[in-house]
């Protein structure tokens, strides 16, 4: 007979999120840098995330990933890693990511996943995920706001629009895949 305790994830979570976390390990060392914040895939891989494991089990995806590169393995912007990375100026959109799952994935869940909301919720973590990061890049870098806004996130906003848009489409679809063979609720 098998005993699970009341707080114990079943297996078929557990392998969710550990194939979501490497999933972001893998693509998350790639990217373009254009400046202090290099054009990256992982707030994509993190929408995308969020429709498949929703807010709770995303953000301890997300912070697996995170614990890995504060531990050394390389899976940062550029193949680079450690407490160094994290506490430096671009440190604060790392951390942010955290801030998009629980933002992002509260807004989809309680939307029911309902695509306008799913929209709202990814712009809205977004907008989070900035806020974050262009403070502690301002605090850690000494500039003023502009500058940060600047080249932290004009850049990125075509691009991030883009990639909402993307996993809107794909996302649904994962998702209404993934019910409709019993592997998520």
């Known amino acids: 007979m098998k005993e699970e305790t009341a707080t114990a994830l079943?297996?078929?979570q557990l392998c969710s999120v550990a194939l979501m976390s490497a999933i972001m390990c893998l693509l998350g060392p790639v990217s373009i840098?254009?400046?202090?914040?290099?054009?990256?895939?992982?707030?994509?891989?993190?929408?995308?995330?969020?429709?498949?494991?929703?807010?709770?089990?995303?953000?301890?995806?997300?912070?697996?990933y995170l614990m890995l590169g504060f531990v050394g393995v390389p899976v940062f912007a550029g193949y680079t890693a450690g407490a160094a990375k994290l506490l430096g100026p671009t440190g604060g959109y790392l951390a942010g990511y955290l801030c998009l799952t629980l933002v992002g994935g509260l807004v989809m869940e309680k939307a029911a996943y309902k695509r306008i909301w799913c929209i709202v919720g990814m712009?809205?973590?977004?907008?989070?995920?900035?806020?974050f990061g262009t403070v502690w890049f301002v605090i850690m870098m000494e500039?003023?706001?502009s500058y940060a806004v600047s080249v932290c996130v004009t850049p990125f906003l075509i691009g991030?629009?883009?990639?909402?848009?993307?996993a809107e489409l794909a996302g649904q679809e994962v998702r209404k895949r993934l019910k409709s063979a019993h592997l998520i609720d």
Do not use: N
């Not at 400046?35 to 494991?53: D, K, N, Q």
């Not at 991030?160 to 993307?166: G, H, R, Y």
């Open 33 to 64: 840098p254009i400046g202090p914040v290099p054009i990256s895939a992982m707030t994509l891989v993190i929408y995308l995330t969020l429709y498949v494991l929703g807010m709770k089990l995303g953000t301890i995806s997300c912070a697996i």
């Open 123 to 131: 712009i809205a973590g977004t907008a989070v995920l900035y806020a």
């Open 10 to 12: 079943p297996i078929r």
């Open 160 to 166: 991030d629009f883009a990639k909402i848009v993307l």
């Open 143 to 145: 500039c003023d706001v």
